[in-house]
């Protein structure tokens, strides 16, 4: 019922907002768009209101989450950086493992892993506990099982993370269990737009010869790594789609 009332209060809440600039009323309005966006039917207007409060802290993490995500928008790198950034420095803590993800990628900023894994370690979002764990694997520190799964239950949440976790097993060095059959963990990783998961998806396409599909799958990946990563990830997603390429131009010979 409070939520009912609240839908039917906004347009007087907001009213009262542009009136007085009060940052408790704000924060309200805020507040509600921020937790119940998904049953909201005019998202543009949930956006455009948020775009209008934009420099409270709640309502600036939310749009980075958006354009991060690419929830009802294009996903952008830039815009979700600047609205995250914005709202770090005013505090809101919720948004730091996302400057973390920023500065460990080198992505809008220069990279930097150590001062990135220390904003990352004090999260317990599915997104830091992924890349403490990567970075813990890339530097051959030694894992438990234990460790291994809780990485797996990280990896049901966060598309980077199930990216991750299919990459090692291809490569043969994870070292737990898996509830889930590889193409489970592609699947999260794709739907949350992740190039890895296209990455691998595409690596799948094309050990079933599959080569139309694997190199739409690797292109995506390649270009979405080119244009709003680092370009060195970029660089070996590019050798295998030209692979595909050439592996498609000569069954056409053939035919």
Known sequence: KKNNSMSYALPYVEMLADKTKDEDVINDIVEYYSNYYAYCK???KVKDTLMK???NPKAAFKLGQ?????ID????YKEAYKYFSYSHKKGN???TPYIGYFRYNGIEEKQNINSALLLLRNSSMPLSRFYVFKHRVETNENLTYSDYSTFEKTATEC???AAYLVKLLREKRYKGSVYH???RYINIAVNQNIPEGFLERGIVHFEKKEYTEAYNDLSYAYERNQKERNPNQAF??????CGVQRQKKRIARRV
Do not use: H, T, V
């Open 42 to 44: 005019d998202k543009q």
């Open 53 to 55: 409060y934009s420099k």
């Open 66 to 70: 958006l354009y991060f995500y690419g």
């Open 73 to 76: 928008c294009d996903q952008d």
């Open 93 to 95: 803590s919720n948004a």
């Open 159 to 161: 598309g980077e993370a």
């Open 181 to 183: 059959s590889p193409d």
């Open 236 to 241: 070996p997603m590019g050798r295998l789609r």
